[in-house]
């Protein structure tokens, strides 16, 4: 094996052990071994191997393409399939790196970082207009629904309860669950989203809802003592406010 | 998120990129119970991707001709020092990377698969695979460097 040829095989080795056992390898190794110009050429190689590997691992992933690609996924069966573990396991890598981000660069701000990711995260799905896994015009059946998968469910608003309801689904917000309810009022769509406040522990309970109008979306957030509730209509804070707590 | 990265090495847009990784998990959502083998699944996804991508290419410009035979003696590789390797010009160069070499070394770079599992899903020999790697590498540097030097000199200029 030629000293160039020996460098082809080499450079295919990733940096790490993962390959090092390759008997494709073995060879070429050995012949590192053996000669000290090549060993120290593999070294630097490794080097910057590892160097760009790294550059390219930290390329961001861009915020809200996991919403978007759940958004327009079929609505999952009874069982597991396996296009949902593997989204479930692509998911999860996402949310990885996206908390790691902001686990470094958010200090005191956390909470509000988090509410304002977790609002930004809903929105980008709720605009798609996503399928709704259960469709009913009644609510009763909805609760049973969200109940049977021990998904979060918050004593709903009576502004919004006497509205009709379209259907629902449970998504993810960094691995805990998520409830959507649609309510539809005339032309008009509300999104209801609820969550665990354990997720989201900025937000105390009591408070008013808080809106905030964006894009010709008004949303609201508030929270009682178990879930952090989220309303998000494509029309004005006026619009909103019928259907909340205490405006 | 390797997959979309993945993307992002092949399209060079994030845009694009994201449109790509979608499409693949609606693929996946569409075909992906005929796979039989759960760990396959990982090899499954980018093999689709890339087909995705290829696919996209070739009707966007019908004819793709890239540049085989160079050999590896042709590319001078220069030095370039991994701890002085700044991350916009890495990522930079390896998009400017012709689409044969870019592929295999974007697969290699993501350290998720092996040199048989990137033949895999690129659909070619494993010994192509190497030399597209070694290859490939070379002209990272060599763009590297080259964009290395192009500062220096604007610098000295400014």
Not at chain 1, 200 to 226: E, I
Not at chain 2, 87 to 102: P, S
Not at chain 2, 126 to 155: F, N, P, Y
Request: with cysteine; hydrophobic share 45%.
């Amino acid at each position: 094996m030629t000293k160039e040829e020996a460098k082809k095989i080499l450079a295919a080795i990733r940096p790490g052990d993962q390959d090092r056992l390759e008997s494709a390898f073995a060879e070429a190794l050995q012949e590192a071994e053996k000669d000290a110009e090549l060993a120290r050429w593999f070294a630097e190689e490794q080097e910057f191997d590892l160097a760009v590997a790294a550059h390219l691992k930290s390329v961001p992933v861009p915020f809200g393409l996991k919403t978007r690609i759940l958004a327009n996924m079929p609505p999952r069966n009874g069982s597991k399939s396996q296009w949902v573990v593997a989204l479930t396991a692509a998911a999860a890598a996402a949310l990885f790196l996206l908390a790691q981000l902001i686990s470094v660069s958010r200090g005191s701000a956390q909470h509000s970082g988090l509410l304002s990711d977790y609002e930004q995260e809903m929105m980008s799905f709720v605009k798609l207009s996503p399928p709704l896994e259960m469709e009913s015009l009644k609510i009763k059946p909805i609760e049973q629904w969200i109940a049977e998968r021990k998904a979060p469910l918050a004593d709903i608003p009576p502004g919004i309860a006497a509205v009709e309801t379209m259907g629902c689904r449970v998504l993810s917000f960094r691995g805990s669950p998520v409830t959507l309810i649609c309510f539809c009022h005339g032309q008009t769509v509300a999104h209801l989203l609820m969550i665990d406040r354990a997720v989201l522990p900025g937000l105390k309970p009591g408070k008013p809802p808080v809106l905030t109008s964006q894009d010709g979306w008004t949303t609201a957030t508030w929270a009682d003592q178990r879930y952090v509730c989220m309303l998000a209509v494509h029309d004005g804070p006026t619009a909103v406010r019928r259907y909340l707590p205490r405006a | 998120m390797p997959l979309y990265r993945f993307a992002l090495s092949l399209s060079r847009e994030p845009c694009d990129a994201a449109d790509l990784t979608q499409q693949t998990f609606l693929l996946w959502a569409a075909k992906g119970h005929q796979l039989r083998e759960q760990s396959k699944v990982k090899t499954w996804l980018f093999t689709s991707l890339y087909r995705e991508f290829l696919r996209a290419e070739r009707k966007r410009r019908r004819d793709l001709e890239f540049d085989c035979d160079t050999q590896l003696s042709d590319v001078q590789i220069l030095p370039v020092a991994a701890n002085h390797l700044d991350c916009d010009a890495v990522i930079r160069a390896l998009l400017d990377l012709e689409e044969i070499y870019r592929a295999p070394l974007s697969l290699f770079y993501l350290q998720e698969h092996s040199y048989k599992e990137i033949a895999e899903t690129l659909a070619l020999p494993v010994g192509t695979v190497m030399s597209r790697i070694s290859r490939g590498k070379a002209r990272l540097r060599q763009h590297l460097a080259d964009g290395a030097h192009e500062s220096i000199s604007k610098r000295e200029i400014a």
